[in-house]
């Protein structure tokens, strides 16, 4: 049995991190999620941080983790998006209020029904196309309203570091520079107006150590699959990353770290920049009018 690095206990995750005994995970873990949320200055004392909370494991760890550390210095307000999917979202919800009462934070919901006029269920049966896309532009939008609409100065989401691997492979394979570079611990185009960044305290940590965490904590989230989910290329992406990661360890964190050079030297060129407005809504735009609204029109459109 192999034992812990730090102590003499036995060890209960090996990985390219290390070898650690439930007590020492656990404190690496918190500790790296801290040092990511320091060393890329993803928020700072008195700023308000919307928590985009899904109800699942990897977004209540994170609420866990910045209730523990930064209630007292911020606000924390937790921001679940209702995607009117059923069978799926309806019981994540239930579990995201459970959590947040026990963790003292508030909670806001906004759901496609209200904003865009159907569920998600309703609008793949209109809409032609991997659900995921639509739903992911949907989601990117409504989060970015939510987070506006508690005045939020940062929107913290739980990516890992597989969800960001996932996400450079993808654009790598989609010959996306642009996505590429927009990847990291702040993501997006950070100064625009109307625009909430996006931060990512756990894009160093894996989809199994995370896992692990909300095991050790005691979070009970039912693990329940969107019926919609591995349809997209990034169900295709995913499963050749765990493939690429377990013939060769740590690949997915020296993809992310490339991601990051490449980043840092690009970083001129691609940041900074600002961009226009939508000219339906006013969210933050590159085209004249932004992906949702022509969603929105689309389905508008469609009368079902
Ligand atoms: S799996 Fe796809 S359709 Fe389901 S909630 Fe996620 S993005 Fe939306
Ligand atoms: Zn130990
Ligand atoms: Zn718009």
Known sequence: MMKCQVCDENAIISSAVGAYCVAHFEENFEKRVLDTIKKYGL????????????????????????????SDRNKLVSITIDEGIEGYRDRTIETMKEYCASFGVEYKIYSYKDFFGKTMDKITRIKRGIPCATCGTLRRYLINYAAADVNADKVATAHNLDDEAESVLMNLLQNDIDKLLRLGPVSGVVKTEGFVPRVKPFMFVSEKETMLFSVIKGINAVHTPC??????????????????????AGSKAHMVSRMMSMKA?????????????????????SGTVCDACSIKNELTATAV
Request: hydrophobic share 30%; net charge positive; charged share 25%.
């Open 227 to 248: 019926f919609y989910a591995g349809f997209g290329f990034r169900g295709v992406v995913s499963r050749k990353i765990k493939e690429l990661e377990s013939s060769r």
């Open 265 to 285: 030297k690009y970083r001129k060129k691609y940041f900074g920049r600002s961009i226009g407005k939508c000219a339906q809504c006013g969210s933050p735009s």
């Open 43 to 70: 928020f700072r004392d008195g700023e308000t941080v919307a928590v985009a909370n899904s109800g699942g494991k990897d977004s209540l760890s994170l609420l866990y983790i910045l209730s523990k550390h930064f």
